[in-house]
């Protein structure tokens, strides 16, 4: 593995890419599924025209530059909203290597299990010392998701789906804003399993890391669907996860509202912040926009 890997933008997965099954699998389906994940915001109050794009933070250029519309629309907007941006010395490798305690990994994994992991961080500037358990669980998910289900190229370096996007705008002079910063963002990660036993850690990390050796695809299901652009939104289902999507949600529609008002927006998040009752979509509608499927390609 080379030292072209973005880990940063590796690290950041877990509650940040869609956290939900939303295919034909083994779900209770709301009325039909959406083949999009691009939708149009207009309000009789303003005359501005924004856009909202589900994303999947393990997808990234291919995708999207395929995606004729969502090109053609970002283009014309004046205005790049995303969760967070990547600012230097704020990264997620700044933060956690500014750590002073160190996780004890042997009351976690077994040597052979540490040496593995300590082989795919040789070359990068993060300190794996200073992980904390469920980092690294959120850290290997996106590992799964990148080379098992995406067959990415290990030895190559990408951007995630919402980082390609931002530079597609900067290149475009289009300015940038953050709903949150990446602080913010791993403490929820941490406060998300808040009290989780050790054993429950073990099995997960032991879980994970089974599955990318194996290069087992069992769990790749939420890749395919969304590859495939066959979403059920369930909209009137209940959010189940208060402070990853319903808290944020409602903290970032403050922001929202307030620019869709004065800019033509275009407006990146994991796709699950779209999702049910407590979703962007279903809160604009209830604030008087109209929101409007559109063919991303």
């Known amino acids: 593995m080379t ?7 590796l690290f950041l997965c877990a509650m940040l890419c869609v956290t939900t099954t939303y295919g034909k699998k083994g779900t209770a389906r709301s009325v039909f599924p959406i083949k999009t994940l691009l939708f149009k915001v207009t309000s009789p109050n303003t005359q501005k025209t924004s856009y909202l794009f589900g994303t999947h933070h393990a997808f990234g250029k291919q995708f999207f530059d395929s995606l004729t519309s969502a090109n053609e629309f970002l283009a014309t907007s004046d205005l790049l909203i995303k969760e967070n941006l990547n600012v230097p010395g704020q990264m997620a490798e ?5 750590r002073e305690v160190e996780t004890k990994w042997n009351q976690y994994l077994d040597r052979e299990d540490l040496q593995w ?5 040789a070359s990068s500037k993060m300190d794996f010392n200073k992980l904390t358990p469920t980092e690294l669980h959120v850290f290997l998910n996106r590992y799964f998701k990148e080379r098992i289900c995406l067959s990415k190229d290990t030895e190559a370096n990408y951007l995630s789906l919402d980082d390609y996007i931002g530079t597609k705008a900067q290149n475009l002079n289009i300015p940038l804003l953050g709903l949150e910063t990446t602080e913010e963002q791993i403490n929820l990660i941490n406060k998300d399993v ?27 299901g939420e890749v395919d669907w969304y590859a495939k652009m066959d979403i059920d939104y369930q909209w009137n289902r209940p959010c189940t996860n208060t402070l990853i999507l319903t808290n944020r949600n409602k903290a970032w529609m403050k922001t929202i509202e307030s620019k869709l008002q004065t800019n033509n927006c275009f407006i990146v998040v994991g796709l699950s912040h779209l999702m049910y009752e407590c979703g962007l979509i279903p809160q604009l509608k209830a604030l008087g926009y109209t929101v409007t499927p559109v063919a991303p390609n």
Do not use: Y
Request: charged fraction near 30%; charge should be positive.
């Open 194 to 220: 808040e009290g989780m036993p050790k054993r429950v850690h073990k099995k997960r990390l032991a879980g994970i890391m089974d599955k990318i050796k194996s290069k087992n695809k069992d769990g790749c």
């Open 94 to 98: 700044d933060i956690i290597n500014h």
């Open 3 to 9: 030292n072209t890997m973005n880990w940063s933008a």
């Open 117 to 121: 992991v300590q082989r795919i961080f």
